[in-house]
Each structure stands twice: as C-alpha cells, then as structure tokens.
C-alpha cells in the first residue's frame, strides 16, 4: 500500500515562494515517476509537474509554471518536493502529487494520489 501526503500550502502574497512536500509511505517511487497537479474551483485537474529520477533524470513542467517551479527529490527522505516561487494569484488551487508509472502529463496515467495541500495566493 502506497500513501502519500501532501504540506506546505498556504495564504501568500503575489510573488512569494512556497515549497510543497510529498511524502511517501509504503514502497518507495524511486522507480516511478512522481507528479503534481492542481486543481481550481470549477476547473479540471491540470498537470503542473513530474519527474522521475531512476537512470536518467527526466522532468516536465507545464508551461504556465516553466521557470517558476522545480521539482525535485529526497531519496533518503522519500520525499517529493515542488519549489514554487514568483506565484501568481492564478496558481490558487489545491495541489496533489501523484505517483505513475512515467512522466505524463495525463491525471490518469497516475495510480496513487494524495490528499492536496491547498494553496491561496492573493493579489
């Protein structure tokens, strides 16, 4: 059984930092891809990040968070981490991160999710 469980949301101001964390119980994801979405009032899930660090280092970034965001890994820790900074009221959303098989940008390509950490940015 995987868990995962999602910190670091928050109230910010409009270009702020905030690093979100997901830690995962259970069998490690050091051979899958790790990813994280958001999710507005009224919106679809959408795609914000992914990575996956077992040989080759491959990562995707959405284009709306493309040099604002980096994803990366504690291995030891087994945790995920998603460095946001210069934050925009649009990046309001919860934010869940996922474990999957590869890198996609697809939600259901993924198989365990978290319960979202909620993130408010005002302007």
């Known amino acids: 059984q995987v868990q995962l469980v999602e910190s670091g949301g928050g109230l910010v101001q409009a270009g702020a930092s905030l690093r979100l964390s997901c830690a995962a119980s259970g069998r490690t994801f050091s051979n899958y891809a790790m990813g994280w979405f958001r999710q507005a009032p009224g919106k679809e899930r959408e795609f914000v990040a992914a990575?996956?660090?077992?040989?080759?280092?491959?990562?995707s970034y959405a284009d709306s968070v493309k040099g604002r965001c980096t994803i990366s890994w504690d291995k030891a820790k087994n945790t995920v981490y998603l460095q946001m900074s210069s934050l925009k009221p649009e990046d309001t959303a919860v934010y869940y991160c996922?474990?999957?098989?590869?890198?996609?940008?697809?939600?259901?390509?993924?198989?365990?999710w978290g319960q979202g950490t909620q993130v408010t940015v005002s302007s």
């Open positions: 996922a474990r999957g098989p590869v890198v996609t940008t697809t939600p259901g390509s993924y198989d365990y």
């Open positions: 990575g996956r660090w077992s040989g080759i280092i491959n990562t």
